[in-house]
């Protein structure tokens, strides 16, 4: 095989890569490489899809695969780039060469400290079906760490009546993220579901007796569990690209456009990748989905236009469904000054506005509320006055 655009990685950075790639275009060659057997599939529905339900969402079907002229190599494993030869040796032996390389391998679970048919971690398709399997007929499951993943599981346990103890070290959990208020929120919207809270407290041991799970806790407590669910975050795997001459610094570092600043012809998308953001005047690596087609986006044009090269500049995007919130994050959180915050009840809807030095919307959170959400974004991304979109939610015609 010889040619064209090759990219490592199959999921929504690479997929969404090689759509936007013939979406510009680009008549050459297009070769998707994935380590995992399964056809592309997207992983936010992992953890929102119900319990008894398949969690597998398609990116790319075979037959969307041929019409597009996309080849799938899939169950196969990038091990090295030799990016003098242009060329990517994968497990089995075989040599690819490529004109354009595209790094798309994305993000792990961190793995879990315990193991055990009842013990998971949920990053792929295979980890969701084993959870989903493991959870017939559970009466407690334990989840390990409050972020994101860990809040999504519990919500969809909790919506299947199994009882949820949730455990994190830090005192409220999602403070790091949306500050104390908010986050203490969101440990509340856990408690008022029925989820016994174990916050500022972590798992001493998880040990097996009788065939079955017991917990121990460092505030004391022990109690049996069928399943735990370990949510402690990801890491990457930038082994194979050690001899490449890139530069690797918490990811892939390339520039605004996508491309990697020492090699030629590579670039990265997604959570592997360490984009230079001219808002931020920094490089940074953001794990979310929206980054990622972002990303795959832009990256599709600078490969296929060259000589107009368009920068990726994002303000940051996270959605997050949690039992009856649909939650939005935009931009970044200032701390300089205490949000500004619209709140309706019956039913809730919240919206939080955070503010720089300056007094400009940086970043923002909204609960049930896609049309606050539309306009705080359009705000952060134009640098625009935080009182003024918070005068805007106020009104009676936008809170509807
Ligand atoms: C359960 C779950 C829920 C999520 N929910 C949300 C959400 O609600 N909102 C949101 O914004 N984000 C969410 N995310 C994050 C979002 O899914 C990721 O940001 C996104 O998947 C990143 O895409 P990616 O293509 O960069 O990497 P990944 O999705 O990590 O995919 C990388 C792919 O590369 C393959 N690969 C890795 N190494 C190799 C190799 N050496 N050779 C060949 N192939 C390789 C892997 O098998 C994998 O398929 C969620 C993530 C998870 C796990």
Redo the contacts with the bound molecule.
């Keep these: 095989m010889s040619g064209g655009v090759l990219i490592?990685?199959?999921?929504?950075?690479?997929i969404r890569t090689a759509r936007a790639l013939r979406n510009e275009g680009y008549a050459g060659a297009v070769t998707v490489?994935?380590?995992?057997s399964h056809l592309?599939y997207?992983?936010?529905p992992?953890?929102?899809v119900p319990l008894d339900g398949d969690a597998h969402v398609p990116l790319l079907t075979a037959e969307e695969a041929s019409e597009l002229g996309i080849e799938l190599v899939l169950g196969?494993?990038?091990?090295e780039l030799r990016t003098q030869a242009n060329q990517l040796v994968l497990a089995d032996g075989a040599i690819l060469d490529y004109d354009e390389l595209v790094i798309?391998?994305?993000?792990?679970?961190r793995p879990s400290p315990w193991t055990g048919p009842d013990v998971h971690v949920?990053?792929?398709l295979s980890d969701?079906r084993a959870l989903r399997e493991s959870l017939k007929g559970a009466a407690h499951l334990l989840v390990v760490g409050a972020g994101?993943?860990g809040a999504?599981v519990a919500s969809l346990a909790r919506k299947q009546g199994i009882d949820v103890t949730i455990v994190d070290p830090a005192p409220i959990p999602m403070a790091r993220i949306v500050g104390n208020e908010l986050g203490e929120r969101l440990s509340d919207l856990h408690r008022t579901n029925g989820v016994e809270t174990k916050f500022g407290t972590t798992v001493s041991a998880l040990d097996r007796v009788d065939g079955g799970l017991r917990a121990q806790l460092s505030d004391g407590s022990e109690f049996p569990v069928d399943a735990v669910v370990v949510g402690i975050g990801a890491v990457l795997?930038v082994g194979?690209l050690e001899s490449s001459g890139l530069t690797l610094d918490d990811g892939v570092v390339c520039d605004e456009y996508g491309r990697t600043p020492d090699v030629a012809h590579i670039h990265a998308?997604?959570?592997?990748?360490k984009w230079y953001q001219p808002r931020l005047d920094k490089s940074a690596r953001v794990?979310?989905?929206?980054?990622?087609v972002e990303q795959a986006n832009t990256l599709a044009h600078n490969i296929v236009h060259p000589d107009d090269l368009q920068a990726h500049d994002p303000v940051a995007?996270?959605?997050?469904?949690q039992y009856n919130w649909k939650i939005q994050l935009f931009g970044t959180r200032d701390t300089t000054a205490d949000p500004l915050v619209v709140e309706q009840s019956d039913p809730l809807r919240l919206a939080a506005i955070w503010q720089d030095s300056d007094g400009r919307a940086s970043g923002g959170f909204t609960v049930n509320w896609p049309k606050a959400s539309v306009q705080l974004r359009r705000t952060i991304a134009a640098g625009g006055p935080a009182d003024a979109v918070h005068t805007q939610l106020s009104t009676p015609a936008v809170k509807r």
Excluded: C, M, Q
Aim: zero cysteines; charged letters at 20%; aromatic letters at 10%.
């Design positions: 490592v990685g199959g999921s929504v950075g690479g490489v994935e380590a995992e592309p997207d992983k936010p992992l953890s929102k196969s494993v990038a091990v798309a391998t994305g993000a792990a679970a949920l990053r792929t969701a994101f993943i999504e795997d194979w998308v997604g959570d592997i990748s794990e979310h989905w929206t980054n990622a995007y996270v959605w997050s469904d």
